[in-house]
């Protein structure tokens, strides 16, 4: 059964350094997303991805934030100078039409 | 702002038992409803969902109830098995012009399905 899939599962990083973000969404999805969980709180939505443009992105999306589709199978989000509260669970997702499909996510640790 | 709430965070059933997890929404908006399944340190999985033209979807063990005038929606679970302890989350999203609508999850309620 096709997945989502992401790398890397957990990435320690400093605080003020970028770090990149990777997901393969499922081969015929149109539409991608990122959502992250902060640990003891709810899944929050970041962003959305379709025709190679944003179609949506929360606050929490600010200018440190970028998402890139580089090529015909992956889908990166890029945080460039973290903070010790980007510290979270990132998962990608991604849909062909309403119903979303879930990576197993990268633990994001930022020291 | 709680637009997707679970006012449950915990739930404890009897194997074979039903399990009904609960969740309410705030935004008359929303006109998609999903449930997710989640263990730790995976993502969600997709279990369910409705259309709000709809009032009952029924999968396998699963099936979801929405009272759109109550602006309520309900997972059942039958018969629970040991398996089905997770995390369950309620999902809602509103499209518009196109956009498929990002998800607003609940907090989740906590099913343990009991030998």
């Known amino acids: 059964e096709p997945e989502v899939t992401q790398t890397p599962s957990h990435q320690v990083t400093q605080m003020g350094q970028e770090v990149i973000l990777r997901c393969v969404p499922i081969?015929?999805?149109?539409?991608f997303y990122w959502y992250r969980q902060i640990l003891g709180q709810k899944v929050e939505f970041l962003v959305s991805?379709?025709?190679?443009?944003?179609?949506?992105k929360s606050e929490i999306f600010d200018d440190q934030f970028s998402v890139e589709r580089p090529d015909g199978s992956n889908f990166t989000l890029k945080i460039r100078s973290t903070k010790l509260e980007d510290s979270a669970m990132y998962f990608c997702?991604?849909?062909?039409?309403?119903?979303?499909?879930f990576g197993p996510g990268t633990r994001l640790t930022v020291t | 702002d709680q637009q997707v709430k679970q006012n449950s965070p915990s739930l404890s059933v009897q194997e074979g038992r039903i399990s009904i997890l609960n969740c309410d929404y705030t935004?008359?908006?929303?006109?998609?409803f999903l449930w997710y399944k989640k263990y730790p340190a995976e993502g969600p999985t997709f279990l369910i969902s409705?259309?709000?033209?709809?009032d009952k979807n029924e999968d396998g063990r699963f099936t979801v109830f929405l009272n759109k005038s109550a602006k309520h929606l309900s997972l059942h679970i039958v018969p629970s098995q040991p398996g089905d302890s997770a995390v369950y989350f309620c999902?809602?999203?509103?499209?518009?012009?196109?956009?498929?609508?990002?998800?607003?999850f609940g907090k989740g309620t906590k099913l343990s399905v009991k030998p």
């Open positions: 935004n008359s908006m929303f006109d998609y």
């Open positions: 999902a809602a999203s509103a499209s518009y012009g196109g956009s498929q609508g990002n998800l607003i």
């Open positions: 409705i259309s709000s033209i709809k």
């Open positions: 991805f379709y025709n190679n443009e944003i179609s949506e």
């Open positions: 997702a991604s849909s062909e039409v309403r119903e979303q499909y």
């Open positions: 081969s015929n999805h149109l539409y």
